[in-house]
């Protein structure tokens, strides 16, 4: 369940050139050689940032979920292609497969959890799945510096506080109170962030559409690569195909078509920018048979070919 943290101080090579680089993929940051993740680490911001001068390089965690609580100072954060600032009280909820950096201010206080999804919900309540779901559905900055969040803000600090504080028991591993700690700021930034996108007086039957719409968008997150029709994502929710159109074009005013189709086009925007790999690489990569189909679908999607992008971008 623990691991120690890396002996060196340099952070991960790093070119300027993104044809020249790719994003690296940890358990923990900077542990190149770390076995992966089973269950769960949480550590101090600064135990590990001050070792790399406050500064963690962009990279991935593949099937681990991280949040960063920062309790005071201040942070500008990169998830993906978007760049924040953001001071604390906050959290910061970066799922499997985005890339993320941070540039912390030094002193910065707070928290950093990592979590193996199975380590909240194997053999659990269902309602543990369900916060990782809602909470985890895509990256997110959740600030609590207002009058009325003060007292969440607390609680989720003393959470933190006290799941750092079993999890360095020696018995931690085989403590249920470590997972209960760690279900329960889970479910706490999973309530806030349904606190935040909810209508107070949403009827049953928006809550049931939303509930499908979540459902879907993790789906297709899924399985974006593989290339499902949409009567396929239509099936597995339950649904007839038209009735998914419908439901995803009240909520966004796209058929779900558009929205895969968008999701294929940001991925392979990451790794054209991301990755040194020939364009007919990224194409067979995302599903695409014929390299120059790609092109074309990239084309309609961006505006401009693979190559093109790739240049403009640094390539």
Request: glycine content about 8%; hydrophobic content about 40%; some cysteine.
């Amino acid at each position: 369940m623990k691991t120690a943290l890396p002996d060196r101080v340099a952070p991960p090579p790093a070119v300027a050139g993104p044809r020249s680089r790719s994003v690296p993929a940890f358990a923990l940051y900077g542990e190149t050689n770390a076995a992966p993740l089973e269950l769960m680490h949480i550590e101090e911001i600064a135990q590990r940032s001050r070792l790399y001068e406050w500064e963690i390089e962009p990279h991935v965690h593949r099937g681990l979920y991280q949040v960063l609580w920062v309790a005071a100072g201040r942070a500008r954060v990169a998830l993906d292609d978007v760049l924040e600032a953001v001071s604390g009280p906050a959290a910061i909820v970066v799922p499997p497969g985005t890339v993320h950096g941070f540039r912390f201010d030094p002193g910065t206080e707070g928290m950093v959890l990592t979590l193996n999804g199975r380590f909240l919900i194997e053999g659990e309540l269902q309602t543990a799945g369900e916060s990782l779901r809602r909470l985890f559905s895509q990256a997110r900055l959740l600030c609590l510096d207002g009058a009325d969040e003060a007292a969440e803000a607390r609680r989720l600090e003393g959470l933190l506080r006290q799941l750092g504080e079993e999890f360095a028991r020696p018995d931690a591993t085989d403590s249920p109170v470590v997972r209960w700690l760690a279900q329960a700021v889970v479910w706490r930034l999973a309530e806030h962030c349904a606190r935040r996108v909810s209508d107070a007086s949403m009827d049953r039957q928006a809550r049931q559409h939303q509930a499908l719409l979540t459902r879907f968008l993790l789906l297709a997150e899924s399985h974006f690569l593989e290339h499902w029709p949409v009567s396929r994502y239509a099936s597995r929710l339950g649904m007839s195909t038209p009735s998914l159109n419908r439901l995803l074009r009240a909520a966004g005013g796209r058929p779900a078509l558009d929205y895969l189709h968008e999701r294929v086009g940001r991925e392979a925007c990451r790794r054209l920018i991301y990755t040194a790999a020939p364009i007919g690489r990224v194409a067979v990569d995302l599903g695409f048979e014929d390299p120059a189909y790609f092109c074309r679908f990239f084309k309609r999607r961006i505006g401009l070919s693979p190559g093109q992008y790739r240049a403009q971008h640094g390539g």
